[in-house]
């Protein structure tokens, strides 16, 4: 199975400040074929369904704020948010779907400083 | 868009069985994949399920797999996932979602396994 390792497991940036969120991937999730990496990020709100924020490692989802921008290529990955909201605070998971089993990592807790 | 509205869910002794099911408006279910994802309270998201699109090839994840049943109806646009021998561990609020990468996701319907 694919082990998707996110870091850190908690962090709290300042409102207006950037938040990035890495995750390793314990194989690669580029596919050589399309050239495509099978990465997605998600936030998710108590109480809420996950929210897709980024697919194919870096491709924003419609409607997403462009403060979100994905990066990364192969193994590693990082999720940014610029200018920090309160509306942000939240809990962000990175998702490989190259390969079944389909994983997730175990969760970046985003809160405010 | 599209939406995704789950019905089933409840309390469910150790052993039983129960049916999730996960109906499609605005999209068609049958043209992409579709998966189940669950989340125990407290903890963090796990894959369980996909049925993938354009046919009937499905998988499952090690923890649920000779258990729990992926399923789709293309005249109902509906998804559904038969679980039995059902186990303490299994407790979760269960999620569908559109696509592998989770483009659309249901609101979510909680098992409890609990005797």
């Known amino acids: 199975d694919i082990v998707m390792t996110q870091s850190p497991d908690s962090l709290a940036v300042s409102l207006g400040e950037t938040a990035t969120i890495n995750c390793k991937s314990s194989?690669?999730?580029?596919?050589?074929?399309?050239?495509?990496?099978?990465l997605a990020w998600f936030q998710q709100k108590p109480g809420q369904p996950p929210r897709l924020l980024i697919y194919?490692?870096?491709t924003r989802e419609s409607g997403v704020p462009d403060r979100f921008s994905g990066s990364g290529s192969g193994t590693d990955f990082s999720l940014s948010i610029s200018s920090l909201q309160a509306e942000d605070v939240a809990v962000y998971y990175c998702?490989?779907?190259?390969?079944?089993?389909?994983?997730f990592g175990r969760g970046t807790k985003l809160e405010i400083k | 868009e599209g939406q995704l509205l789950q019905s089933g869910g409840g309390l469910i002794q150790p052993g039983g069985s129960l049916r999730l099911s996960c109906t499609a408006s605005?999209?068609?279910?049958?043209?992409?994949?579709m998966m189940w994802v669950r989340q125990p309270p407290g903890k963090g998201l796990e894959w369980v399920s996909v049925?993938?699109?354009?046919?009937?090839?499905?998988s499952y994840a090690d923890s649920v797999r000779g258990r729990f049943s992926i399923s789709r109806d293309d005249s109902k646009q509906t998804l559904s996932l038969q679980m039995s021998g059902l186990r303490v561990e299994d407790t979760a609020m269960y999620y569908c979602?559109?696509?592998?990468?989770?483009?659309?996701w249901g609101q979510g319907a909680l098992v409890t396994v609990s005797s």
């Open positions: 605005g999209f068609t279910p049958s043209r992409h994949d």
């Open positions: 979602a559109k696509d592998r990468y989770g483009s659309i």
């Open positions: 049925v993938y699109g354009g046919g009937h090839i499905t």
């Open positions: 194989q690669t999730v580029l596919l050589n074929s399309n050239n495509l990496d099978y």
């Open positions: 998702h490989q779907y190259h390969t079944s089993p389909y994983t």
């Open positions: 194919w490692a870096s």
